[in-house]
Nanobody
Framework: VQLQASGGGLVQAGGSLRLSCANS????????MGWFRQAPGKEREFVAG????????TYPDSVKGRFTIFRDRAQNTVYLQMSSLKPEDTAVYYC?????????????????WGQGTQVTVSS
C-alpha cells in the first residue's frame, strides 16, 4: 500500500485547504482511513477518520465543524477539507490506512502511512 498525501501549503487564518490522499492499491478501498497531524515538539494527533464505505466519520472536538473527511472509492482517494483554519492547525498532516474497515483515534491501529504534507496557517 502506498499513500501519497498532497494539498498542503500556507494559508491565512480563516482560510481553507483541501488535502488529498491517493492510495495506489485498489484493494485498500476496503480499509478505514484516517488523518493525523504532528506539530513541532508535539505528539501525533488524530484529526479525522472515515469508514471503508464513507458512512461513518469521526473527529476530535478540536476540529469538529471545521474539518470534513470524505472519500472517493472509485478513485481510491481520501480527502480532508479544512475550513476556518487557525494558527494552531499548523502541522504536518499524515494520512493512514487502518488495519480494519473502520477508522480509529489510535495511531497504532493504522499500518500504512503517507509521507505527510505541511500545513501552515498564518495569523
Amino acid at each position: 500500500v502506498q499513500l501519497q498525501a498532497s494539498g498542503g501549503g500556507l494559508v491565512q487564518a480563516g482560510g481553507s485547504l483541501r488535502l488529498s490522499c491517493a492510495n495506489s492499491r485498489r484493494t485498500s478501498s476496503n480499509n478505514g482511513m484516517g488523518w493525523f497531524r504532528q506539530a513541532p515538539g508535539k505528539e501525533r494527533e488524530f484529526v479525522a477518520g472515515i469508514s471503508w464505505n464513507g458512512a461513518s466519520t469521526t473527529y476530535p472536538d478540536s476540529v469538529k465543524g471545521r474539518f470534513t473527511i470524505f472519500r472517493d472509492r472509485a478513485q481510491n482517494t481520501v480527502y480532508l477539507q479544512m475550513s476556518s483554519l487557525k494558527p494552531e492547525d499548523t502541522a504536518v498532516y499524515y494520512c493512514a490506512a487502518s488495519r480494519s474497515s473502520y477508522s480509529s483515534r489510535d495511531a497504532s491501529q493504522y499500518n500504512y502511512w503517507g509521507q505527510g504534507t505541511q500545513v501552515t496557517v498564518s495569523s
